[in-house]
């Protein structure tokens, strides 16, 4: 048998030899030969440039359908279309991925600024309980926004900020009730904070506040 083995026609492709078992069996690249006594597996050199075009459009995520139907296709233009056609989804799913990455990152800018009104709020309330964030000079929402390149309407915003002023009155409301229970009396172990936090939505920072507030 003259024609390269498995292994070294591994190492030009770089394509494994398991890979290229699995090609066979699928009918994407079978071997040049086979030897009918051994059952070895042989190629040719011609058979690098197809090994090559294989690769790159697996390493694009094309399946292997697709693949054997480029490599079948018997013009160039179904060829090409067959390819725009993977590029496309290829698109929509990297289109699909950003929306994603971007929901998370508004969701994680959502729970910053969450935290941030709470904190002001019990900064706020400490000093004076009767305030609240309608006192807030809409001016001073409109330059910070216009400061921030923010294009959000000033009076959606302090909607917004009402409202979780409203949640975090809800909650604080709930978590004075939940800690004069007994069980709650003295000193929280690090148990009690995750039953806080898990069950009544109250993160560590805001029971020492509201002890601090019984105290």
Same mark, same amino acid.
């Given at each position: 048998?003259?024609?390269?083995?498995?292994? !070294?026609?591994?190492?030009?492709?770089?394509?494994?030899?398991?890979?290229?078992?699995?090609?066979?069996?699928?009918?994407?690249?079978?071997?040049?030969?086979?030897?009918?006594?051994?059952?070895?597996?042989?190629?040719?050199?011609?058979?690098?440039?197809?090994?090559?075009?294989?690769?790159?459009?697996?390493?694009?995520?094309?399946?292997?359908?697709?693949?054997? =139907?480029?490599?079948?296709?018997?013009?160039?233009?179904?060829?090409?279309?067959?390819?725009?056609?993977?590029? =496309?989804?290829?698109?929509?799913?990297?289109?699909?991925?950003?929306?994603?990455?971007?929901?998370?990152?508004?969701?994680?800018?959502?729970?910053?600024?969450?935290?941030?009104?709470?904190?002001?709020?019990?900064?706020?309330?400490?000093?004076?309980?009767?305030?609240?964030?309608?006192?807030?000079?809409?001016?001073?929402? !409109?330059?910070?926004?216009?400061?921030?390149?923010?294009?959000?309407?000033?009076? !959606?915003?302090?909607?917004?900020?009402?409202?979780? !002023?409203?949640?975090?009155?809800?909650?604080?409301?709930?978590?004075?009730?939940?800690?004069?229970?007994?069980?709650?009396?003295?000193?929280?172990?690090?148990?009690?904070?995750?039953?806080?936090?898990?069950?009544?939505?109250?993160?560590?920072?805001?029971?020492?506040?509201?002890?601090?507030?019984?105290?």
């Amino acid at each position: 048998m003259t024609g390269l083995t498995v292994g !070294e026609f591994s190492r030009v492709s770089h394509l494994s030899i398991k890979t290229l078992r699995h090609y066979h069996e699928v009918g994407l690249l079978a071997p040049a030969e086979i030897a009918p006594d051994t059952g070895y597996r042989y190629y040719s050199l011609d058979q690098v440039p197809t090994a090559q075009v294989i690769r790159r459009l697996r390493n694009l995520e094309m399946p292997v359908a697709d693949v054997k =139907a480029v490599l079948s296709a018997e013009d160039v233009t179904t060829r090409n279309e067959l390819i725009s056609a993977h590029l =496309a989804r290829l698109e929509t799913r990297l289109a699909q991925a950003q929306t994603a990455i971007e929901s998370l990152r508004e969701l994680r800018r959502g729970y910053v600024l969450r935290r941030l009104i709470r904190r002001v709020l019990t900064t706020l309330w400490r000093d004076d309980p009767t305030r609240t964030l309608s006192d807030l000079p809409m001016e001073l929402i !409109e330059h910070t926004l216009g400061h921030f390149r923010q294009l959000r309407d000033p009076y !959606e915003v302090r909607t917004v900020l009402l409202d979780e !002023e409203r949640k975090f009155g809800v909650l604080l409301q709930r978590g004075r009730q939940v800690l004069s229970r007994s069980r709650f009396t003295g000193t929280l172990s690090d148990e009690d904070y995750r039953y806080l936090h898990d069950t009544h939505g109250l993160p560590r920072d805001l029971v020492v506040y509201l002890n601090t507030e019984q105290s």
